[in-house]
C-alpha cells in the first residue's frame, strides 16, 4: 500500500488524513440526505462536507437528522457504499459546468465577428448539450472515486449543533473517527 501511495500522486492526496475524513464526511453526507429523501420525497436540504463533519441547510428537525444520519452511517458500514454517491452532489454540477464551457469553446474556435458567433450557435447549444449529458458518468465516477467515500470506516456521529438564522435552518453534524 505504501509503494501505491508513493507512486500515484492522487491516492497520496486522498491519504491526507484531512481529506480522507473530509471525503468520508462528504459520504455520510450524501447518505443522510438520501435517507432523509427516503421518508419524505419532498424534502429541500443542501449540504456542505468538512474534516470535522457536515452542515444540513434546510427545514429538517434535529431529531430527523439525527435519526437519518444514525441510520445512513449504519447503512455505509454494513457495506452499501453506493449511498455516498448523490446525483445532485456539486461535483456533478461543476463537471458538467465544465464540460459545457469546453464544449461551447470548441463551438465558437474561428468565429470571431457576432454574426459567426450567432450562426453558430445551435451547434454550440448542441455540443454543450451533448458534453452535459457525456459528464454525467464521468461526475458519478470522479464522486465514487475522489470525491466522496463510502467507506465509513470507525466514523460516528458525536453530536448535533442547530442554529436558526432569519428563518434558515442549518445544522452540524459532528463526527469522529
Known sequence: METTIKNNPLAALLAVPAVDRTRRNHGLEHATLTV??????????????????????GHVSTQALLEAATEALLRLQGGEADLAVHPNCGTNFVIAGFAAAFAAYLGFVGANRWRDRWERMPLVALLSTVAIIAAQPVALAVQRDITTSGDARTLRISHIDRRETNGMVAHFVSTEG
Open 36 to 57: 432523509l429523501a427516503e421518508k419524505n420525497r419532498h424534502i429541500r436540504l443542501i449540504g456542505r462536507s468538512t474534516p470535522a463533519g457536515f452542515h444540513i441547510y
